[in-house]
């Protein structure tokens, strides 16, 4: 299991990797690689049953089609159906709808904070996948370490209002409260959510539905604008199963990470601003919320 979502956290990581050189005129990108091996051990292992196969399959041919005919010009309506049929396809894997993927339970109904509600955790390949494929094809990321740096810099007032609106919120309705802790299971609990959660959530509504909303409004102000309102409200509506304050709060925090996305233009401004609002509640406050 530590070999296979190993090789899929690294897949996800060597997006920001140069290709792997193969040849002189054969070249393969390392996110490419990575996931094939985290494939075939999935398989070995029984995380992945050979039923998986159809769907990831499918799910990578439509994101490259999807993002190949973009850059094509007279080809405005083939992109926007295979755009929805790939945006359909992460749904159903970030859902879990699909067949053959076998995600092990690492939290079980592990009560952490007093007061609080049990809490689970999966390693979700599926999710991951689709994270991961989203990231690499469809989102504007930092191409050097100045790059990266001027985004978060330039994201971090974002970062600290996202923060404290969401915060000062989920206080006042009595969703949570104040809970300082570090327990055994933090680092864990952090890098799963950074890799199989942040990565993923955010490719897919800040990276593909945002940037693409932005574009079909024609990449004005106020197109932006509704991209941003459209995306963060589509966010919150996942998060409904939760009850209205789930959703309120998933809704003001998007909008922060939407905000981050547009201000910056690069999609690591929206992921850390995403991770940074899930670590504090994590660390310093209820989690997952207050029972009752």
């Known amino acids: 299991m530590l070999i296979t979502y190993g090789l899929l956290g690294l897949a996800i990581l060597s997006v920001w990797f140069p290709d792997v050189r193969l040849s002189a005129s054969l070249r393969l990108p390392a996110w490419g690689v990575l996931l094939l091996a985290a494939i075939v051990s999935g398989l070995a292992t029984g995380i992945l049953a050979p039923l998986a196969l159809p769907s990831i399959v499918v799910f990578i041919v439509l994101a490259?089609?999807?993002q190949r005919v973009s850059r094509r010009p007279g080809a405005k309506w083939l992109s926007r159906l295979l755009?929805?049929?790939?945006?359909?396809a992460a749904l159903a894997l970030a859902l879990h709808l699909l067949p053959g993927f076998h995600n092990p339970r690492i939290i079980d109904k592990l009560v952490l904070s007093p007061g609080g509600a049990p809490f689970t955790q999966y390693l979700n390949f599926d999710k991951g996948l689709?994270?991961?494929?989203?990231?690499?094809?469809?989102?504007?990321?930092?191409?050097h370490r100045p790059e990266f740096v001027s985004a978060m810099k330039r994201a971090a007032p974002v970062m600290a209002v996202t923060l404290?609106?969401?915060?000062?919120?989920?206080?006042?309705i009595g969703f949570v409260k104040?809970?300082?802790?570090?327990?055994?299971?933090?680092?864990?609990?952090?890098?799963?959510?950074?890799?199989?959660t942040c990565v993923a959530e955010e490719a897919f509504f800040r990276g593909l539905l945002q940037g693409r909303i932005a574009?079909?409004?024609?990449?004005?102000?106020?197109?932006?604008?509704?991209?941003?309102?459209?995306?963060?409200?589509?966010?919150?509506?996942?998060?409904?199963?939760?009850?209205?304050r789930v959703t309120l709060l998933a809704t003001m925090a998007g909008l922060g990470y939407g905000v981050a996305y547009r201000y910056t233009k690069r999609i690591e401004a929206a992921i850390a601003t995403h991770f940074i609002v899930n670590a504090v509640q994590f660390l310093a406050l209820t989690y997952p919320y207050l029972r009752g």
């Open 64 to 66: 490259v089609s999807a």
């Open 83 to 88: 755009l929805l049929l790939t945006m359909l």
């Open 130 to 143: 689709a994270g991961l494929v989203l990231l690499a094809l469809f989102c504007v990321r930092a191409q």
């Open 164 to 172: 404290a609106a969401v915060v000062g919120t989920a206080l006042a």
């Open 178 to 196: 104040p809970d300082f802790k570090f327990p055994d299971i933090t680092l864990q609990f952090l890098l799963v959510n950074l890799l199989l």
């Open 215 to 244: 574009a079909f409004l024609g990449n004005t102000s106020s197109g932006e604008l509704a991209a941003v309102l459209i995306a963060s409200v589509l966010f919150g509506l996942t998060h409904a199963a939760g009850g209205w």
